[in-house]
């Protein structure tokens, strides 16, 4: 087809010298360039370039469906921008509008250094500010040269040393910071939020934080405060391991201190350890021991039952399986009449009772007073109940408190029902998102009996030491041993006070609860509820009880 | 056949070139002026800019790219090779001088500097030596001498300015499309392998050596090494845009990335002209791409396949590397969007790859 005749200007002919080497000769009359028919080489070509083609053009797609994504993703939440920069995070306040949780504006610090004007005197200056930093790290950003974070929300002393400066390389995003003011009053029932971290209400209630809409809670402060106070001095006093406090409406349902105890400050999220970040009185769940006796006597009263007017011989034990026996040490008298059994707290007196009801009856009262079912209280994670598989197997254990793990709030969601006239309540943290129905499951009477009964159990049984002068206090103990490895523990106990007042139209309630006191008040070698945390509850009742009979904190 | 000496037919310059990538270029041309202006009101005063000068500069780069496309498509095949020879050799020595006779910038010796001007002499080693090795290894196909060894040994010169300089992306860009030409070149086995392995063992060395690349490498697999400010700007500001953007002019937060002007020019449209407009430039890049290759597998000259092909790489790869740091799918590589990003050497460097091909096109076409 072309001629090598040195006329065909499509021929290529470098001068051999033109690369200076005389191997390599262009000078070639089969026409380099044009004339490279060469079948094979040509086809092999071909194919795998269109591989590398095929390659090329799937990855392009790739790339285009990821930009579809990237962009997509905008058109569900078109508010993620506009919240970042505009608007605020809500507050969270609590019933008397007190700042519980609050967001500032703060500013981030990045270099640009190489806008700086001197550098080793920004670098000299910069570690002289954050001193925390090592010099290494100083060091290798400045190194970079590159558009570098030094440090996150900086404080208003460090922005004011940054000013007088005046470097250009010193860049400030405008950024903001949660603060609490309160310390680790509140931390437990909170929760946080950094930049990376978010529990608790904080999570719970995003939506509406995020959204900049404050949060109005039923606690109070005050009594949060004195609550946490004297826990915490019953806490080392008894050297338990934890401890947690809630005192309640038991008519509204509203939650006016929720305390658990060891707790965190939610403005060093760094110094927060495993056992301080949960909040125990609705994320763990205890075998509560006595305090579930009282549940025992409302079936009675509720049936009517004649047992109420029986006796019950407790001298010899009770054989509830063949390896387990119980006897009721702590109680001289051999008979005791049905009250007695809950005064003094008797083992056998409580299973006798069952005896006459059986597991079914006992099973279905459990689930009408709402012991069963998982509890959902708006910011608030919830644990469920802990049920035994067989609870026919298990229902002597339960009238005396075992076999069955409860979340505290549980317990006294069920109890306020027991002693506000019979009305199912909801539990409420977050004002003005009461929903709940007047639902009756009991009747008034046995209300007004239990009432006195727990009355009777201050006043001259197990919980003498929760009374408080002025009041009219009623109230249960709660003393149980924890599993160890298999067995129940005799050195290790769970010991609880339940308590409301006044007791003859009872109002609040609080509740008191101590896992392994070590020590209590009357220095008797027996750790119970009645001795650890019946004094706990009389203490923060005195205290509290002036604020709180307030006409703002009662129902209506 | 002997008509193709006919000097009419050359001279018809519209009627022999692709239209279809002349096109293309334009309207690639078009959007990088609409992202430059729209970027200019911003940068304003910000970076001792006086008024306009980045557009006015971005412009003049539009006109000498035109220039040079214009002027390269009307080459012979011949001249073409001489000329990609003469480009090569200068841009070696300019390599060099960068080396040694410059001060050193952003870390890097990869510029030279004329009072205001600063130009990356890297840039141009690209088409040139693509060209070169085409012609290298037709050679080596019918004669089996030297000629391979020679290729050889420029990319190993080449290479090696390029970790001196350093500029490690531009000698993985350069060394994936040399080695694609070589793979489809059925070039025997014993002698692929062994340079595999050494390129693997250039990658290590320089992965251990070269702080930033070991940086950026890390970076992007374990995010928390470094803060990745400028890659979480540029999602930011994909999202910020939409399906549809924001509008011209109207992008914040992709204003605000460093070096957005060049190497993240693609945050910027993706934020103000939206997803969808940023997949359209894609789909002009492909057209290009797709065409060339249509053309190629036509072609029955060695030469002409191996030249264009390495060549649509080398252009598509840039795209393919520049658009895919900014989402954040490969590891940040400062590399320019052709014809889009501001930047007068790696303008004149697509311009080159644009004319070559253009004129290599022209000459398949005569060919038939």
């Known amino acids: 087809?072309?001629?090598?005749?040195?006329?065909?200007?499509?021929?290529?002919?470098?001068?051999?010298?033109?690369?200076?080497?005389?191997?390599?000769?262009?000078?070639?009359?089969?026409?380099?360039?044009?004339?490279?028919?060469?079948?094979?080489?040509?086809?092999?070509?071909?194919?795998?370039?269109?591989?590398?083609?095929?390659?090329?053009?799937?990855?392009?797609?790739?790339?285009?469906?990821?930009?579809?994504?990237?962009?997509?993703?905008?058109?569900?939440?078109?508010?993620?921008?506009?919240?970042?920069?505009?608007?605020?995070?809500?507050?969270?306040?609590?019933?008397?509008?007190?700042?519980?949780?609050?967001?500032?504006?703060?500013?981030?610090?990045?270099?640009?250094?190489?806008?700086?004007?001197?550098?080793?005197?920004?670098?000299?200056?910069?570690?002289?500010?954050?001193?925390?930093?090592?010099?290494?790290?100083?060091?290798?950003?400045?190194?970079?040269?590159?558009?570098?974070?030094?440090?996150?929300?900086?404080?208003?002393?460090?922005?004011?040393?940054?000013?007088?400066?005046?470097?250009?390389?010193?860049?400030?995003?405008?950024?903001?910071?949660?603060?609490?003011?309160?310390?680790?009053?509140?931390?437990?029932?909170?929760?946080?939020?950094?930049?990376?971290?978010?529990?608790?209400?904080?999570?719970?209630?995003?939506?509406?934080?995020?959204?900049?809409?404050?949060?109005?809670?039923?606690?109070?402060?005050?009594?949060?405060?004195?609550?946490?106070?004297?826990?915490?001095?019953?806490?080392?006093?008894?050297?338990?391991?934890?401890?947690?406090?809630?005192?309640?409406?038991?008519?509204?349902?509203?939650?006016?201190?929720?305390?658990?105890?060891p707790d965190f400050n939610p403005n060093y999220p760094e110094s927060i350890l495993p056992k301080t970040e949960n909040n125990l009185n609705a994320e763990a769940r205890y075998e509560m021991g006595s305090t579930l006796k009282i549940f025992n006597a409302a079936m009675v009263y509720e049936s009517e039952s004649e047992i109420q007017f029986n006796e019950f011989d407790i001298s010899d034990g009770y054989q509830i399986t063949n390896e387990k026996h119980i006897l009721d040490d702590h109680i001289d008298e051999k008979i005791l009449n049905f009250d007695d059994v809950f005064i003094k707290s008797s083992n056998i007196g409580s299973v006798k009772i069952l005896e006459s009801f059986g597991p079914k009856k006992q099973k279905k009262f459990f689930k009408k007073v709402g012991l069963t079912e998982n509890l959902n209280i708006k910011g608030l994670n919830v644990v469920s109940n802990k049920l035994p598989i067989n609870w026919e197997s298990h229902s002597k254990f339960i009238s005396y408190g075992y076999g069955l793990s409860l979340s505290p709030i549980s317990l006294i969601t069920a109890f306020s029902s027991l002693v506000n006239g019979g009305y199912k309540i909801q539990p409420l943290l977050i004002k003005n998102t009461n929903n709940q129905k007047d639902l009756k499951v009991f009747s008034s009477e046995t209300s007004k009996k239990i009432n006195d009964l727990i009355h009777k159990i201050v006043m001259d049984g197990t919980g003498k030491k929760a009374k408080v002068r002025g009041l009219l206090i009623g109230g249960k103990t709660g003393t149980s041993k924890k599993v160890e490895k298999g067995n129940y523990s005799e050195e290790k106990k769970i010991t609880s006070f339940i308590g409301v007042f006044p007791a003859n139209s009872p109002e609040f309630l609080t509740f008191v609860l101590f896992d392994e006191p070590q020590k209590n008040v009357s220095n008797s070698k027996e750790t119970t509820g009645g001795n650890t945390a019946a004094p706990t509850f009389s203490k923060i009742v005195k205290k509290i009880s002036p604020i709180i009979t307030k006409d703002n904190y009662t129902k209506n | 056949m002997i008509n193709n000496l006919n000097p009419l037919k050359n001279y018809n310059w519209w009627s022999n070139i692709d239209k279809l990538i002349l096109i293309s270029t334009l309207l690639l041309l078009l959007f990088g002026v609409i992202s430059m202006s729209s970027i200019n009101q911003h940068f304003d005063g910000k970076f001792y800019f006086s008024a306009d000068l980045l557009l006015k500069k971005h412009l003049i780069f539009c006109i000498v790219g035109l220039v040079i496309i214009f002027v390269l498509s009307q080459f012979s095949l011949k001249h073409a090779i001489y000329f990609s020879l003469f480009i090569f050799v200068l841009s070696i020595v300019l390599c060099v001088a960068a080396i040694f006779f410059f001060p050193e910038t952003k870390g890097a010796n990869r510029w030279i500097k004329f009072y205001n001007l600063s130009f990356q002499p890297s840039e141009l080693l690209k088409p040139s030596f693509i060209v070169l090795s085409a012609v290298l290894l037709g050679r080596y196909k019918i004669k089996n001498d030297y000629s391979f060894f020679l290729n050889i040994l420029c990319l190993i010169v080449i290479s090696s300015l390029l970790i001196l300089q350093p500029d490690f992306g531009m000698f993985i860009l350069i060394f994936a499309v040399w080695l694609i030409q070589i793979l489809s070149s059925n070039i025997n086995l014993k002698i692929i392998i062994p340079i595999v392995l050494s390129f693997i063992l250039v990658f290590l060395l320089c992965f251990f050596t070269l702080e930033h690349v070991k940086f950026r490498i890390m970076n992007f697999f374990f995010s928390e090494v470094g803060d990745n400010y400028q890659i979480s700007k540029s999602l930011d500001s994909f999202e910020n845009g939409g399906l549809f953007g924001k509008g011209i002019g109207e992008g914040t937060i992709s204003k605000n990335l460093p070096d957005v002007h060049s190497d993240f020019i693609f945050a910027l449209i993706g934020e103000e002209l939206g997803g969808l407009f940023a997949i359209l430039i894609i789909a002009v890049y492909i057209a290009i791409y797709v065409r060339i290759h249509i053309i190629s597998q036509r072609s029955n000259n060695f030469f002409i396949v191996t030249s264009l092909t390495g060549l649509a790489n080398i252009f598509i790869f840039q795209v393919i590397i520049n658009i895919s740091s900014s989402l954040n799918i490969i590891p940040t590589k400062g590399m320019t969007l052709p014809f889009i990003s501001y930047g007068g050497s790696s303008f004149i460097s697509s311009s080159i790859i644009i004319g070559f091909i253009l004129l290599l096109i022209k000459e398949e076409k005569n060919a038939k």
Not at chain 1, 59 to 80: A, C, E
Not at chain 1, 154 to 176: F, M, Q, W, Y
Not at chain 1, 229 to 256: D, P, Q, R, T
């Open chain 1, 1 to 261: 087809m072309f001629k090598s005749d040195g006329i065909n200007y499509d021929n290529v002919r470098p001068k051999a010298n033109l690369l200076s080497s005389k191997k390599i000769n262009f000078h070639d009359k089969k026409d380099l360039i044009k004339n490279m028919k060469r079948e094979k080489n040509l086809s092999f070509s071909k194919k795998s370039n269109l591989i590398f083609f095929l390659l090329c053009i799937s990855f392009s797609f790739f790339i285009s469906f990821n930009i579809l994504k990237v962009t997509y993703k905008k058109k569900i939440n078109p508010s993620t921008v506009q919240t970042k920069t505009k608007i605020n995070r809500g507050k969270i306040l609590d019933r008397n509008n007190e700042i519980i949780a609050t967001s500032i504006d703060t500013n981030d610090l990045y270099v640009d250094i190489k806008k700086s004007l001197d550098k080793e005197k920004l670098k000299n200056v910069l570690s002289e500010i954050f001193r925390d930093k090592e010099s290494i790290f100083f060091e290798r950003i400045f190194n970079k040269e590159q558009y570098s974070l030094i440090k996150k929300n900086i404080s208003p002393t460090e922005l004011n040393k940054l000013r007088t400066v005046g470097d250009p390389a010193i860049k400030l995003h405008e950024s903001n910071k949660r603060v609490y003011p309160q310390h680790n009053i509140f931390s437990n029932l909170i929760g946080l939020k950094t930049n990376e971290l978010i529990s608790k209400i904080e999570k719970n209630m995003n939506k509406e934080l995020v959204e900049g809409k404050n949060l109005k809670l039923t606690v109070d402060l005050r009594i949060q405060n004195i609550v946490r106070e004297e826990l915490y001095k019953s806490l080392i006093e008894y050297k338990a391991k934890a401890a947690l406090a809630v005192v309640m409406n038991v008519k509204s349902g509203e939650i006016f201190s929720m305390v658990s105890l």
